[in-house]
């Protein structure tokens, strides 16, 4: 029952160092999404995967770069952080595109 | 204008409660709809989708008004256990969600 497993869990960045947020769901899911969580502004979707083999961007992209690298996994990395890039990062997967999210449990970064 | 738009409250009511929150949305294409459900510093669960005709779940009661864009959840005997924020999504390509609504119920 692991469903959709995000590692790591804490970070602490440096600006300027890159880092890269791993996802893998073992559901069999199409579809999978990248949001971050900032408080008041609710989650906002940086990169998503409607298949295996196809990215595009959400509203957020700015600073980030994803690869699907197969139907399981789905990476999000940050190549040169910066502080504004502190928050709450979550992945998501789903069946199609009638479906919920479920949800992994989250990254908590912060960028000094 | 945000595409979905929520009360950030807080609501805080005594148990027993009935408690409702809506949620309005500016996509007119949108196709489904649904309430998730987030505890502190935890990851989003879906607590139910939102049908055209009004669904509910136990205690729960979710309504959409495509008329006028809107989505609605009804808490009924609230419980000290549904302190939480509540997000509402509509879902087009990709899911959009509110800025959620805090919920505090209080013995």
Known sequence: NAGVTQTPKFQVLKTGQSMTLQCAQDMNHNSMYWYRQDPG??????????????TDKGEVPNGYNVSRLNKREFSLRLESAAPSQTSVYFCASRQGLNYGYTFGSGTRLTVV | RKEVEQDPGPFNVPEGATVAFNCTYSNSASQSFFWYRQDCRKEPKLLMSVYSSGNEDGRFTAQLNRASQYIS?????????????YLCVVNNNDMRFGAGTRLTVKP
């Open chain 2, 73 to 85: 959840l009804l808490i009924r005997d609230s419980k000290l256990s549904d302190s939480a924020t």
């Open chain 1, 41 to 54: 502004m609710g989650l906002r979707l940086i990169y998503y995967s409607a298949s295996e083999g196809t």
